[in-house]
């Protein structure tokens, strides 16, 4: 399920958001698969590493999360992924990736 706010638009596959409004903004992400996999994962803006927002275990898990502040210009695209992993995740549970504005 998706919610979202005013400023915020998410594509037609919910698989990217964007951002109406340039500001500081607070990125959180929480997915958990269905089976302990060795992988990564990691958010997107405008196609480039957000920085801090890396979970990449040493071991199998099935919980990745991470939450990081940072400055977006207005019409910046975000989105989470998978990557480092030769196979398919399924998720589990709720996922969410949160956006908000602080400034």
């Given at each position: 399920a998706q919610t979202s706010s005013p400023g915020f638009t998410m594509n037609?596959?919910?698989?990217v958001m964007t951002v109406a409004n340039a500001g500081r903004y607070q990125?959180?992400?929480?997915?958990n698969t269905s089976a302990a996999l060795f992988l990564s994962a990691r958010v997107r803006v405008?196609?480039?590493?957000?920085?801090?927002?890396?979970?990449?275990?040493?071991m199998s898990v099935n919980?990745?999360?991470s939450t990081v502040i940072a400055n977006l210009s207005a019409g910046s695209t975000i989105q989470v992924q998978f990557f480092g992993f030769l196979g398919v995740a399924v998720l589990a549970g709720d996922a969410?990736?949160?956006?908000?504005?602080l400034q």
């Open positions: 037609q596959a919910n698989t990125i959180s992400y929480k997915m405008n196609g480039a590493d957000l920085e801090g927002s890396l979970v990449s275990p040493s919980n990745f999360a969410f990736l949160s956006v908000v504005k």
